[in-house]
């Protein structure tokens, strides 16, 4: 039997908030999107992400809502939860910092996107550009300049989805984020400059 196919037309986007705490449970589901991650890889020391795998995740990562920090936007279709894209101050996700591929490319300050999760029947639509674009919009609107990203620029044409978790290139160019560097063959760092509006 054809599967239905699934209407974005209606995509609305959203902050993160304590009130959509709910919904992100809903869409991460019990195994917090993929092995107990719960988004809180890229914020935590190795050992230490390792140790609260799971449970212990997800209440450090509601802790954070909590608290009234945005750790990132939701897409919504039809009124359910099917994205994800974890979008913050660069200082908050400090094992970018301990990485020899990603680490500073200058003294910038910059804000970065580390993550997307997209629920299996929307995936391939089209979901993570808009997700981008939101996530650029949202540093924007808080005063941000510099937007980076970390996608995957794969060999291959097509790779699974829990490997392009930080997005592909081609979905980065699109919304107009250029490669300022490349440590690894496969690993570029991109960005989006805020235009300033001329007075």
């Not at 939701?74 to 908050?92: K, M, Q, T």
């Not at 993570?128 to 990203?149: C, F, M, N, P, R």
């Not at 984020?177 to 960005?191: G, H, W, Y």
Request: charged share 30%; proline share 8%; hydrophobic share 35%.
């Amino acid at each position: 039997m054809p599967q239905k196919q699934k209407d974005i037309s209606s995509l609305e986007l959203h902050p993160l908030t304590p009130k959509h705490w709910t919904d992100l449970e809903k869409l991460f589901g019990p195994r917090g999107a993929c092995g107990g991650c719960w988004c809180m890889w890229w914020r935590l020391p190795r050992s230490q992400f390792m140790k609260q795998r799971g449970d212990e995740n997800r209440k450090a990562l509601k802790n954070i809502v909590e608290a009234g920090e945005v750790p990132g936007i939701l897409a919504y279709a039809e009124n359910e939860p099917i994205g994800w894209c974890a979008v913050a101050p660069r200082e908050s996700f400090s094992a970018l910092g301990r990485s020899r591929i990603l680490k500073r490319v200058d003294d910038k300050p910059v804000w970065s996107i580390v993550c997307f999760f997209v629920t299996k029947p929307y995936r391939g639509k089209g979901i993570t550009i808009q997700l981008l674009k939101a996530a650029v919009d949202y540093v924007k609107k808080h005063g941000g300049k510099i937007v980076e990203g970390y996608p995957v620029d794969p060999k291959a044409k097509r790779i699974p989805a829990p490997f392009a978790y930080t997005g592909v290139v081609s979905m980065f160019r699109k919304v107009g984020f250029k490669e300022v560097l490349r440590r690894s063959e496969t690993r570029p760092v991109m960005r989006y400059v805020i235009e300033e509006k001329a007075t």
